[in-house]
């Protein structure tokens, strides 16, 4: 059981950078089982994956989002932050923080969700 909350969002200008935080508790189980990621939503798209770590604590980026965010964490691994490099208003969106279990094929636990905002 993982237990996620996210802060940071709010209202940003374009090419202002902003970053995300992640405040990962682990309820039950190893904490090294567990790989968090980052999503978001914005109104009337699917949720996208923004980016995710492995197990090994590689980040993984899709292709059409790479050099646009940077993840990382914290060295005791219980915040893990997404850092937006240059935004634009197609990053509006609500951004959420997610886990599961490494070698899982679901994240199953989420975050509540963060607003950002992106003004031109």
């Known amino acids: 059981q993982v237990h996620l909350v996210e802060s940071g969002g709010g209202s940003v200008q374009t090419g202002r950078s902003l970053k995300l935080s992640c405040e990962v508790s682990?309820?039950?189980?190893?904490?090294?089982?567990?790989?968090v990621g980052w999503f978001r939503q914005a109104p009337g798209k699917e949720r996208e994956l923004v980016a995710r770590?492995?197990?090994?604590?590689?980040?993984i980026y899709p292709t059409s989002l790479k050099g646009r965010f940077t993840l990382s964490k914290d060295s005791a691994e219980n915040h893990v932050y997404l850092e937006m490099i240059s935004p634009n208003p197609d990053d509006t969106a609500t951004y959420y923080c997610?886990?599961?279990?490494?070698?899982?094929?679901?994240?199953?636990?989420w975050g509540q969700g963060t607003q950002v905002t992106v003004s031109s």
């Open positions: 997610a886990a599961k279990l490494c070698w899982g094929e679901k994240f199953t636990f």
């Open positions: 770590f492995v197990r090994d604590g590689t980040a």
């Open positions: 682990i309820i039950s189980g190893a904490s090294n089982s567990y790989c």
